[in-house]
């Protein structure tokens, strides 16, 4: 980022760093900075596609950011399944307890 004066991204980029060191220091557990996680991978990573699309590979990298869009389809319709096994057995439905009443005496 140094050499191509982008100095915007090279700043957000000490930020994210100093964010993450601070995180480490503090509480090492992802649950804790999964914005600082995100975010740092994910700029990191539109920089590199950034910097492979300007390059003489543009061509295949066509294919490559469809390959990547495929593969990160496939991971998130994965991730989100949806609850069959709960509706097949009634046993794990959630049923609300009958609330009972409020004499005023």
Same mark, same amino acid.
């Given at each position: 980022? !140094? +050499?191509?004066?982008?100095?915007?991204? *090279?700043?957000?980029? &000490?930020?994210?760093?100093?964010?993450?060191? %601070?995180?480490?220091?503090?509480?090492?557990?992802?649950?804790? *900075?999964? @914005?600082?996680? %995100?975010? #740092? &991978? =994910?700029?990191? &990573? *539109?920089?590199?596609? /950034?910097?492979?699309?300007?390059?003489? %590979?543009? @061509?295949? &990298?066509?294919?490559? /950011? %469809?390959?990547?869009?495929? +593969?990160? !389809?496939?991971?998130?319709?994965?991730?989100? /399944?949806?609850?069959?096994?709960?509706?097949?057995?009634? $046993?794990?439905?959630?049923? $609300? *307890?009958?609330? #009972?009443?409020?004499? =005023? #005496?």
């Amino acid at each position: 980022m !140094f +050499f191509k004066k982008h100095l915007f991204l *090279a700043k957000i980029q &000490f930020v994210i760093l100093i964010n993450l060191i %601070f995180w480490f220091l503090m509480a090492p557990d992802p649950r804790f *900075a999964y @914005g600082f996680l %995100f975010v #740092g &991978f =994910s700029l990191n &990573f *539109a920089y590199i596609l /950034k910097l492979l699309d300007s390059s003489s %590979f543009s @061509g295949i &990298f066509k294919y490559v /950011k %469809f390959c990547l869009a495929c +593969f990160l !389809f496939v991971i998130v319709s994965r991730r989100i /399944k949806f609850p069959v096994e709960t509706l097949k057995n009634p $046993s794990r439905w959630v049923i $609300s *307890a009958q609330f #009972g009443t409020l004499l =005023s #005496g």
